[in-house]
């Protein structure tokens, strides 16, 4: 039986008719620790931001995520000098596992024009401008999604973002988890000999190896402080450390199977098309990259893999002018410009 994407497209993909008389998009990035506003001018190319906090539903419950979400966007729209509605369309890119309650809030508060989508979706606009490819994600936590075929026949389809307990796979808090793992592994002669038994004990302050284990149970350590040791690893993966380098082809091989999956799926495979990576795990460089690339490339020759520039709150700017049905209006590199600028200002 075929299976429905577990996330799904908004409409507006491919119903959206032209407008001309457009000049403002609003585009939002929500996460678990802040929220990014931006207005853009199409017409004087000049953009405004706002920021307000944590809009995770799963993190701070709806009515909080509502209030960051909203906040940042009247923020924005301030900065602007602009009314509310003047905007052509607003896109909510939102993390989280259900986004109707935050939808049903947001549409009450502000109206049918203001569209809240899956901050995956959001992604894969940011690494393919909208268009044919696939974002995977690798920060503390990991997911992929991507998107195949063109107008009313385009397939989505999303892998992975089970969360930390029963998958994010290749993210920085399984880099993490792997790594103390190798350690204790090293410690009770189970396996092989490695540096990351020094640097675990070095990075979370802890006497010893066997210590690093007792304080993830009981202080907690968070899912921040166990991915930030991923840091440490690459380090030691770049100096040659065998241990640390294997596991960053492993978190490959798993991250990369998620992409084939994504890239069957959507019909991708004989294309060429974007893989857009996305997230600080990609920071450890050549020793994650490269070895993705060839698992990528084993299943689409086609596919260019590259890590992404545009900040998060970009692919919510490109769906709200694709919700005026403005396609071609907007480019990475000139939204990679404006939004550094504005937000130095």
Not at 204 to 218: H, L, N, R, T
Request: hydrophobic letters at 45%.
């Amino acid at each position: 039986m075929e299976q429905e994407s577990l996330v799904q497209l908004p409409a507006f993909l491919t119903s959206a008719q032209p407008r001309a008389d457009v000049r403002y998009v609003l585009g939002v990035d929500g996460g678990a620790t802040k929220t990014l506003a931006a207005v853009l001018d199409l017409e004087r190319r000049a953009l405004h931001v706002g920021h307000g906090g944590p809009s995770n539903e799963d993190a701070v419950g709806a009515s909080a995520a509502v209030q960051a979400l909203l906040g940042a966007a009247e923020e924005a729209i301030e900065r602007a000098g602009i009314d509310a509605g003047e905007l052509g369309a607003a896109v909510l890119a939102v993390a989280g596992t259900d986004m109707h309650a935050i939808a049903g809030e947001v549409r009450a508060a502000r109206g049918d024009a203001w569209l809240v989508v899956n901050d995956v979706v959001g992604a894969w606009a940011t690494a393919t401008g909208a268009g044919p490819g696939v974002a995977a994600i690798a920060g503390t936590g990991s997911n992929v999604f991507g998107v195949g075929g063109t107008g009313a026949q385009l397939r989505a389809w999303r892998a992975g973002g089970w969360g930390h307990v029963l998958g994010d796979e290749g993210s920085g808090y399984w880099l993490g988890v792997q790594s103390i793992k190798a350690a204790l592994r090293d410690r009770e002669a189970s396996g092989p000999a490695t540096a990351l038994s020094d640097a675990a004990k070095a990075f979370f302050g802890e006497p010893s190896v066997e210590a690093v284990a007792q304080s993830v149970y009981s202080k907690p350590r968070t899912k921040g402080e166990i991915a930030a040791f991923a840091i440490e690893t690459a380090k030691l993966a770049e100096q040659g450390d065998a241990v640390a380098r294997e596991l960053y082809e492993r978190g490959a091989r798993e991250l990369g199977e998620q992409i084939a999956a994504v890239i069957r799926q959507t019909g991708l495979a004989g294309e060429r098309f974007p893989v857009g990576l996305i997230g600080s795990a990609y920071k450890a460089g050549a020793v994650f990259v490269e070895p993705l690339t060839r698992a990528v490339h084993a299943c689409a020759p086609g596919a260019r893999v590259a890590t992404v520039e545009l900040a998060p709150v970009g692919g919510s700017l490109i769906l709200a002018a694709r919700a005026c049905g403005l396609v071609d209006e907007l480019d990475a590199g000139e939204l990679c410009s404006l939004i550094g600028r504005a937000q130095q200002a």
